[in-house]
């Protein structure tokens, strides 16, 4: 792109603008509008917005087709002025966008703007807090866990550029873990509390998980023992011989009695 053909007198400055408007309500994305604006528009031309895709360099621009009104909507704010508003801006509409000024005549002039390159980017979102399947008492969002087991809890999360994953406690603010993995190799009563992880990427604000609650419980190795030493006495009857235990046996679990008997 470029001047074409060099005329005397006053030439049209051709500039290009854009902002971010908005993010997406469902799919995140980062939406903008383009506006070209000429000064010292020349008589009986137009302007046009160029797009140059990186993939294959192919050149696309944008006009009035009912069949993208999808994608975008063009607003013409005076003679020399354009803007482009993106509904949607998908992967396929990163690329190089120029302004152009052309001539309706058949041999036209043509100026052009400088270049700008607008990103496909996404807010990042939280997809999903995975927790290991084989904890025993895993509840929605609270985990309880013995003394002494492990903490292993992975939060997903989407975004372009890809988000940084970082971990934090409620309430204790110089708990940061790096990454998107949470794992405490052996709890202790200590590391029970309410976790959440955050996910940023630099586009809109940074995203926060649910808390997830993690209670640590007392642990206490399930034991059997007798209360007092066993009898053991033998009679015989008939030539039979029966044998009789005299004896008592506590079965304890975390710590509590639940068995007393022989």
């Not at 799919?27 to 528009?41: A, G, N, P």
């Not at 801006?89 to 990163?94: G, K, N, S």
């Not at 084989?134 to 866990?145: C, G, H, I, P, V």
């Not at 649910?210 to 007092?228: G, R």
Request: glycine content about 4%.
């Amino acid at each position: 792109m470029g001047i074409l053909h060099i005329v005397e007198g006053t030439e049209p400055a051709v500039e290009i603008s854009y902002e971010e408007i908005a993010h997406h309500r469902f799919t995140k994305q980062t939406l903008y509008s383009i506006t070209c604006s000429v000064t010292d528009m020349p008589l009986n031309a137009n302007i046009w917005l160029s797009m140059v895709s990186p993939d294959d360099e192919t050149v696309y621009y944008f006009r009035d087709d009912l069949n993208e009104i999808f994608w975008y909507r063009i607003r013409y704010d005076s003679d020399s002025s354009v803007t482009i508003v993106f509904n949607h801006f998908d992967p396929q509409w990163e690329g190089q966008y120029t302004c152009l000024v052309r001539e309706n005549t058949t041999d036209p002039l043509e100026w052009s703007s400088k270049p700008v390159y607008l990103k496909y980017t996404t807010m990042p979102e939280i997809q999903d807090l995975i927790v290991d399947r084989t904890y025993a008492f895993n509840y929605d969002r609270r985990l309880f866990l013995n003394d002494g087991s492990e903490l292993h809890v992975q939060c997903v999360a989407s975004g372009v550029p890809e988000p940084k994953i970082v971990w934090k406690k409620t309430g204790i603010d110089n708990f940061i873990s790096e990454g998107p993995l949470l794992d405490v190799p052996s709890v202790t009563k200590a590391d029970s509390g309410f976790y959440f992880c955050e996910a940023d990427n630099g586009i809109g604000d940074p995203v926060i998980s649910t808390e997830l609650e993690v209670k640590v419980l007392d642990f206490f190795p399930p034991q059997m023992k007798y209360t007092s030493e066993p009898v053991i006495t033998i009679t015989e009857d008939l030539n039979d011989y029966w044998t009789k235990v005299d004896t008592t046996m506590e079965v304890l679990v975390n710590g509590k009695l639940i068995m007393y008997g022989i």
